[in-house]
T-cell receptor, first 112, second 115 residues
Framework: AQSVTQLGSHVSVSEGALVLLRCNYS??????LFWYVQYPNQGLQLLLK??????LVKGINGFEAEFKKSETSFHLTKPSAHMSDAAEYFC??????????FGPGTRLSVLP | DTEVTQTPKHLVMGMTNKKSLKCEQH?????MYWYKQKAKKPPELMFV???????INESVPSRFSPECPNSSLLNLHLHALQPEDSALYLC??????????????FGPGTRLTVT
């Protein structure tokens, strides 16, 4: 069985500060990992994905994530937060495609 | 183009009504999904269609009835819903089995309120 944990249901950062959102997964087979962002009353938008090609993955809007197998982690970072980054972020894992397992989500607030 | 469209954007219905949610994608994807999302929670998978056949039904009550008329369209028929069914209903699509590309693309959702 697969599972995803996201440490911190709410993270606050100042504008211009580093963003770090944590994701740890559990999977008995090599995982495919994703980060999605959801703005209020909208659908989920794919930020980036890990598919075993490279451990450091760059995504949209300046976000990147690093896959660390030894730590079973896939943390999301952005060097400098912008007000427009305030949203809900979901980490997800799948092994064979159809069954996505989502983490509980982390709400990011960006303070001026 | 990675767009999934959903209609309507908002829907208010009574417990005795029958309504349908619609989802469309033109990316050539062969897998389509319905999710239910309650406030401050992750999406919960309801149904998966793979090559226009229902492949996963996550024990969803029969008052929700999915339909996949063709590879681009996905409907969710609603009947005799309960107030606790009020939620954001999300449609998603992906390339499908046999592909090595597993990411799902989501529509904007339909905000459903059952009165």
């Amino acid at each position: 069985a697969q599972s995803v944990t996201q440490l911190g249901s709410h993270v606050s950062v100042s504008e211009g500060a580093l963003v770090l959102l944590r994701c740890n997964y559990s999977s008995s087979v090599p995982p495919y990992l994703f980060w999605y962002v959801q703005y209020p009353n909208q659908g989920l938008q794919l930020l980036l994905k890990y598919t075993s090609a490279a451990t450091l993955v760059k995504g949209i809007n300046g976000f990147e994530a690093e896959f660390k197998k030894s730590e079973t982690s896939f943390h999301l970072t952005k060097p400098s937060a912008h007000m427009s980054d305030a949203a809900e972020y979901f980490c997800a894992v799948t092994s064979y495609g159809q069954n996505f397992v989502f983490g509980p989500g982390t709400r990011l607030s960006v303070l001026p | 183009d990675t767009e999934v469209t959903q209609t309507p954007k908002h829907l208010v219905m009574g417990m005795t009504n029958k309504k349908s949610l619609k989802c469309e994608q033109h990316m050539g994807h062969r897998a389509m999904y319905w999710y239910k999302q309650k406030a401050k929670k992750p999406p919960e998978l309801m149904f998966v269609y793979s090559y226009e056949k229902l492949s996963i039904n996550e024990s969803v009550p029969s008052r929700f009835s999915p339909e996949c008329p063709n590879s681009s369209l996905l409907n969710l028929h609603l009947h005799a819903l309960q107030p606790e069914d009020s939620a954001l209903y999300l449609c998603a699509s992906s390339q499908g089995q046999g592909s090595m590309s597993y990411e799902q693309y989501f529509g904007p959702g339909t905000r459903l309120t059952v009165t």
